[in-house]
C-alpha cells in the first residue's frame, strides 16, 4: 500500500523500553514504505530480540539511553545520509495509527516542500489525560508567541520534517527537543502546519516514559529561553527584514497613515516607542517596548520602529543629552567641556540614569504630541479630499 510522491521520504521511529507495542507499530509502518529507521535508544527490555524480527528495517542501536531529542537528531543524521528528504516520526508506544502516513505525503504532494507538518490530536475526545490536554494548550500558547503561527496541537509525536531545513545544531537532548524544533524551523521559514490524525490513549500495553515535574521544568526553562531569543532577536530580525523590502516612506503610509488604529493608539504606540529606544535599560528595550505595547493594546510595529531611536550612530547623541538633562538634578555634574568617554559615563553614571529617564518621558510626550497633530491634520485633509 505504498504512497506515491514526488520527495524521497521515510520512517523514523525512536524507542525505549516499549516491546509491548513496537512490532505493532513497525508492521503497521512497514505496510506504506519499507524505509523505516528505528532508533533503539538503550532500552534494556526485548526491543533488541524485537528488531531482529524485520531484517529490512535500519536500525541505530544507543548502547544508553540518551533522550529522544538525540534519538531523533540521529535519526535525521541517518534519513540524510541516505538521501531522503522528508522523514516522518512515528512515537512506539501505540497511541498513533500508522494508517494515518497517507495524511501526511498526501498534504507534502500539494505543497512546494518548504513545510513540516504536526498530526493533531483531538484533544477533546474521551480517554485524554487532563495533563495532556492542558501541557497541549501551554505548549500551543508558547509557540505562538515565539513565533506568531497558532496551531491545535503542537506536542504530538507523528510529524513530517523538512530535513535540510531543518537546524543542524540544538539546545536541548530530551521530550524538548520538539518544541525547540518546530520553533526554529518556523524562524528560519518553514510553513508549520498540522494535519488531522487519530489517536488512543486506553491502552494497558502502552508505556509513557514522559516524567511530569522534571520534563515540564525542562519545557519551561526551554520556553523561557525561546521567548528571550524571539523578543530580543527574531522579532527585531523579521522587523528589519520587512524594512528591506519596503522603505521608509512606504512603512510609514502603510503601518502608520493607513493603520486601522485610531490617531490616539498610533500617538501613544510613537511615545512608547521613543521612551523605551531611550530610557537606561539597555539589553531589554526591544522586550519592553513589545511586552508593554501588548499589555496597553498598541500597534506593536509602530512602537518597536520608533524605539529604533536608539540606533548605533544615534547613541552617542543620547548618551550626551541625557548627562546634559542630568546636570540639571545632581551635584558636581559632567559639563560639556570635558571629553565623552565610556569612563566618564561610568563615572557620572547616576546623572546619566537620571538625566536618560526624564529625557524619555519628554521626548515620549514630544514624540506622542507632535505625531497626534500630524496625524490628525493628515486625516482631515483625506477626509477634506473625499468629500
Not at 213 to 225: C, E, G, K, P, Y
Not at 245 to 268: G, P, T, W, Y
Not at 363 to 378: N, P
Request: aromatic fraction near 12%; include cysteine.
Amino acid at each position: 500500500m505504498r504512497v506515491p510522491s514526488t520527495y524521497k521520504w521515510c520512517v523514523i521511529i525512536p524507542t525505549y523500553n516499549n516491546h509491548l507495542t513496537l512490532a505493532r507499530v513497525i508492521s503497521g509502518v512497514l505496510k506504506y514504505t519499507e524505509a523505516v529507521i528505528v532508533v533503539n535508544d538503550g532500552s534494556t527490555d526485548h526491543t533488541a530480540e524485537i528488531l531482529e524480527e524485520f531484517p529490512g528495517l535500519t536500525v541505530l542501536q544507543h548502547p544508553r539511553n540518551l533522550g529522544k531529542g538525540t534519538a531523533l537528531k540521529n535519526g535525521f543524521r541517518r534519513a540524510l545520509e541516505m538521501g531522503y528528504d522528508f522523514a516522518i516520526t512515528i512515537d512506539s508506544d501505540g497511541q498513533h495509527f500508522p494508517d494515518d502516513i497517507p495524511v501526511f505525503i498526501e498534504r507534502l504532494n500539494a505543497s512546494d516542500g518548504n513545510i513540516l507538518l504536526i498530526g493533531e490530536r483531538n484533544m477533546a475526545q474521551e480517554g485524554v489525560p487532563r495533563k495532556s490536554s492542558f501541557g497541549n494548550a501551554f505548549s500551543n500558547f508558547w509557540f505562538w508567541f515565539e513565533t506568531g503561527v497558532k496551531l491545535g496541537d503542537t506536542q504530538s509525536g507523528f510529524r513530517l520534517y523538512p530535513l535540510s531545513r531543518m537546524p543542524q545544531r540544538y539546545f536541548t537532548p530530551k521530550f524538548e527537543f520538539e518544541i525547540e524544533s518546530i520553533v526554529r524551523a518556523a524562524w528560519k521559514g518553514v510553513n508549520v502546519e498540522n494535519v488531522p490524525v487519530r489517536v488512543h490513549y486506553e491502552q494497558k500495553d502502552r508505556v509513557s516514559h514522559f516524567r511530569p515535574f522534571r520534563d515540564f521544568t525542562r519545557i519551561s526553562i526551554l520556553n523561557t529561553v525561546l521567548v528571550l531569543i524571539t523578543l530580543l532577536y527574531i522579532k527585531p530580525r523579521n522587523f528589519f527584514r520587512s524594512l528591506k523590502k519596503k522603505d521608509i516612506r512606504q512603512f510609514l503610509k502603510e503601518e502608520v497613515l493607513e493603520s486601522n488604529d485610531s490617531d490616539q493608539v498610533k500617538a501613544f504606540s510613537m511615545a512608547l516607542g521613543v521612551f523605551w529606544g531611550i530610557v537606561p535599560l539597555w539589553g531589554f528595550q526591544t522586550a519592553g517596548v513589545l511586552g508593554s505595547a501588548y499589555v496597553l493594546r498598541l500597534n506593536k510595529l509602530i512602537a518597536f520602529a520608533f524605539s529604533n531611536v536608539s540606533l548605533p550612530p544615534l547613541i552617542p547623541l543620547i548618551i550626551f543629552a541625557s548627562l546634559k538633562v542630568g546636570s540639571l538634578f545632581v551635584a558636581s555634574p559632567w559639563l560639556p567641556d570635558e571629553p565623552l568617554t565610556f569612563e566618564l559615563v561610568q563615572h557620572h553614571l547616576f546623572q546619566y540614569l537620571v538625566g536618560a529617564s526624564v529625557l524619555a518621558v519628554v521626548m515620549a510626550a514630544l514624540t506622542g504630541l507632535s505625531g497626534y497633530g500630524l496625524l490628525t491634520f493628515f486625516s482631515r485633509t483625506k477626509t477634506a479630499l473625499n468629500a
